[in-house]
């Protein structure tokens, strides 16, 4: 709290608003607001909405945070897909409340994007015209129940991997909405493993179809991390600013080492003749990844890309009477305020 005090105080003086001296000319002010910032991020201070920050972290968080908000509510698709045919009513309600979580996790998401002067129709908008990106993962089909478990184990389990670090971003709004999307998310990986492990402790065909979807999920849940380190454009500087706090590969590898013991557990394998322990790095080692394969799905032709955006437009355009019912009713109100 002391070193918000003086990040704070730092820009007062050079306003000449702290008692202590008039204010800067416009270039030292300039100077002295961007030493301020750079010092905060040093002393892992929060970077708060108001406060001045360079123009490329602005961008580069607006970036990131709508293409994580993009990915939440594309990731609704695949599962909701199954939320008609779930085996039970117990399953269904589950499926049900964690589709709906992610729409939530959406909603904070762009609100956290909007703090930083970047509204939601505008974010929208460059998704729903290709000028955005969302996650590659959802850009892969639901073929069975059985991807639903392997979608909460291995797609939520990578989700948490990549955001608990997220939660010390140096962006307060972003780093704030991560706790609470990391709480959900955990009981998401829970539900998809628990799902699993029926499955897997079930009848041959059960435990076969458990099999086939991890077989199918796993490469692409290890691409959800991003390219590798030597070619991942921004990991540099979003590290420097402590938006990022470990590189894609390290999150990679702390996946896999979290995930070999579970898969053994689950009863089942994982689609690599290599995950084995390597001692003296101390992590799994594991077998290549198709970086032609994401790179695909990144330009546009992985199986359900196309189905995606239609799907997602098509939502848009049909939900338009409720955001027009919503906003005539909040101006209503507003006007019966002030009258
Ligand atoms: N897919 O330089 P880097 C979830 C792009 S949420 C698509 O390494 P960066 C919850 C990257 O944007 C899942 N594009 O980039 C859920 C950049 O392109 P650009 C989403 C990717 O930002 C579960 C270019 O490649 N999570 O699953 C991908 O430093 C179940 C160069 O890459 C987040 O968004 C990819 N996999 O690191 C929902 C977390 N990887 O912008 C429903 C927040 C990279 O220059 C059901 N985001 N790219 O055109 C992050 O942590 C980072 O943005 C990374 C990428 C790590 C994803």
Redesign the pocket.
Known sequence: MATAAAHQTARAQADGTAGAGAPLEESARATAYEAAFDAAVAADERIEPRDWMPDAYRSTLV??IA??AH??II??Q??ANWITRAPSLRRKAILMA?VQD?AG?GLYLYSAAETLGTGRDELLDKLHSGR???????NYPTLTWADVGA??WL??G??IT??VP?CRCSYGPYARAMVRVCKE?SF?QRQGYELLLALSRGTAEQHAMAQDAVDRWWWPSL?????PDD?????AQ?MAWKI?RHS?DE?RQRFVDICVPQAQSLGLTLPDPEPRWNEEREHHDFGPIDWTE?RE??KGNGPCNEQRITQRKRAHDEGAWVRDAAAAYAGKHTTAGKA
């Open positions: 970036r990131q293409q994580h990915s939440e990731g609704m695949p599962e964690k992610e996790h955005q990106k969302y996650s590659s993962i959802f979608i909460g797609v939520d990578a989700a990549n955001q997220l998310e998401h691409m959800m991390f991003g390219p070619e991942s454009a921004h990991s979003s990022k894609n999150l994401f799905v990144l």
